[in-house]
T-cell receptor, first 113, second 113 residues
Framework: EAGVTQSPTHLIKTRGQQATLRCSPI?????VYWYQQALGLGLQFLLW???????NRGNFPPRFSGRQFPNYSSELNVNALELEDSALYLC????????????FGEGSWLTVV | AQSVAQPEDQVNVAEGNPLTVKCTYS??????LFWYVQYPNRGLQFLLK??????LVKGSYGFEAEFNKSQTSFHLKKPSALVSDSALYFC???????????FGDGTTLTVKP
């Protein structure tokens, strides 16, 4: 069974541009989570989607946004890129329910120059 | 609000010795607790979780963790460390209202031959 898949693996953008990252959850999972892992800052929660709806949002500016599609895949959009947005963006998925394990993809490296 | 503390940035042990990676948490209600491992330039891999029941939880690769409600701790342990266990370890907590998991800052485990 395929795990969580993310694309692209690496992305280089210029400050001010927009970046779009994509995530396909494990088959049958309805929840998708996005985390940012910047160097030295640990994992910071970005967004949680479940059944196509945004359920929770971390402490990030509005230029971080996303959506979940009917097939439960998701994309994360980052507008007006800033240098400090350079990080590993991790997507995770789970079945609904708080006790269920979230499983991570390998991440997308975003570098803003 | 929920939080996780991993008081040690680094843990060094000799191969064959027991290892402990510490985690304490704060959450309202009953906690769901998780341990993940991250190898360089990779996503997070699930090791084990505590939902309810036996306070000693066994997981992948010979790891186990002990839930202590009175001390609000969930320390990760392994009886005999391997060099290949060297990695970054994250503890995470989620409350019963579902949604986001909050991660600790991570502990780098180095096992020396």
């Amino acid at each position: 069974e395929a795990g969580v898949t993310q694309s692209p693996t690496h992305l280089i953008k210029t400050r001010g541009q927009q970046a779009t990252l994509r995530c396909s959850p494990i088959s049958g999972h309805t929840s998708v989570y996005w985390y940012q892992q910047a160097l030295g800052l640990g994992l910071q929660f970005l967004l949680w989607y479940d059944e196509g709806e945004e359920r929770n949002r971390g402490n990030f500016p509005p230029r971080f946004s996303g959506r979940q599609f009917p097939n439960y895949s998701s994309e994360l959009n980052v507008n007006a890129l800033e240098l400090e947005d350079s990080a590993l963006y991790l997507c995770a998925s789970s079945w609904g329910g708080s006790g269920n394990t979230i499983y991570f993809g390998e991440g997308s490296w975003l570098t803003v120059v | 609000a929920q939080s996780v503390a991993q008081p040690e940035d680094q843990v060094n042990v000799a191969e064959g010795n027991p290892l402990t990676v510490k985690c304490t948490y704060s959450v309202s209600g009953n906690p769901y607790l998780f341990w993940y491992v991250q190898y360089p330039n990779r996503g997070l891999q699930f090791l084990l979780k505590y939902i309810t029941g036996d306070n000693l939880v066994k997981g992948s690769y010979g790891f186990e963790a002990e839930f202590n409600k009175s001390q609000t701790s969930f320390h990760l342990k392994k009886p005999s460390a391997l060099v290949s266990d060297s990695a970054l370890y994250f503890c995470a907590v989620r409350n019963t209202n579902a949604g986001k998991s909050t991660f600790g800052d991570g502990t780098t485990l180095t096992v020396k031959p």
